[in-house]
């Protein structure tokens, strides 16, 4: 089921063969060789606000086991995902596969900053970020990419709204892909709508900053 996204339902719930341990192109933006400056950065002022570290994702002893570790907002709790049979195809989109779920509702918000990775030794980022948007939001406008450095890893990003028939209004999510020696990583933010996805913003800004190969 491409194109549906998981919105802001854990994807335990969306599907009974997942078992949990708990529970439109738009023209391209020129590539960077470092990470996007604020003007660059669709953000905005969101990207300006404070946001207190909590623990961290990705390496030794964390909940999920990653290429690459960064930190977490304080209060924002990280669950690995499982799946079984996935029937709706909703634990895939273009070549990554949902491994994590980090929930910002402990923090008092709605949604998820969820990770996925899978792809080949050698991938292009946003190829790979381009194929997982196409299946995560059928529909959508305002598709804007640009490319990055992270601790010498080349990585994608994009910001976007989704406005597939399949979300109750449009709203702006954003995603990033980080090409690694074991495949590709790619941390996606939406939220239950455009107001909840800048206030949880932050969290998404913190981990693209701290982010480093595992």
Known sequence: MRGAGLGVVPAALLLTAVTGCSGEPAQDRPADSAAPSRKQDPAGSASEKAVAKGGSLGGPGSPCPLPVAFDLAAGWKAEPVAS???????????????????????????????????????????TALKAFVE????????EKYSDLTLDGLAAAEVSYVNTSEL?????????????????????HLGGLDTEEHEDMLPAYLLARKSLKSG
């Open 84 to 126: 079984g049979e996935d029937e709706l195809g909703l634990l895939e989109q273009g070549t990554v596969t949902l491994v994590c779920e980090v929930d910002a509702k402990p923090a008092g918000h709605i949604g998820f900053l969820r990770v996925w990775k899978g792809g080949e030794k050698g991938e292009d980022a946003r």
């Open 167 to 187: 979300v109750d209004e449009p709203k702006r999510e954003r995603a990033l892909a980080v090409a690694t020696p074991k495949g590709v990583v790619v941390l």
């Open 135 to 142: 299946d995560e939001a059928d529909k959508r406008g305002d």
